[in-house]
């Protein structure tokens, strides 16, 4: 089977942008994106987090991310995400953790239960840290 790559990657890109501008507008998804608007909450020095994008945090450690996305998500084997989250919708983040990328090396974590659980915990936590707002090292929750 032939592949046709010629305008695909600008198309893809456009879809990519396209879509987190539109879906800044979808219904919130956990309590406090309802309460505030915002998919994370950092205080302090930028490692305190509220307990869902710590749960993220906790994620991004217990499956070992940073073997391919660097210990600062900057990228490594794997693409940095501070600079795919500035572009790359909640749903296509959904997508790509749960089904993989095969082709470019990204397994599938669809049969992992605790990705699963936190998924969208983590989707908050590197939109933070693609935002700036989230430092990287250790984080702990807000008031504790």
Known sequence: MRRYT?????LAVTVAISTAVFS????????DEAKTGAIYTVE?????????TLAGWKTWRALACERC?????????????????KVLSKEDFHSTIMNGRIEKGMPPFNGS??????WEGLYAYLKGRSDGKIKPGRLTEIGK
Do not use: C, R
Not at 44 to 52: F, I, K, L, N, R
Not at 69 to 85: C, D, F, K, Y
């Open 69 to 85: 996305h660097g210990a600062e998500q900057e990228g490594m084997v794997g693409p940095s995400l501070i600079a795919s989250m």
């Open 6 to 10: 010629g305008a695909l990657p600008l």
């Open 113 to 118: 239960a605790m990705m699963q659980k936190n």
């Open 24 to 31: 800044e507008n979808a219904a919130p998804s956990s309590k």
């Open 44 to 52: 302090g020095d930028g490692t305190q987090v509220d307990a869902q």
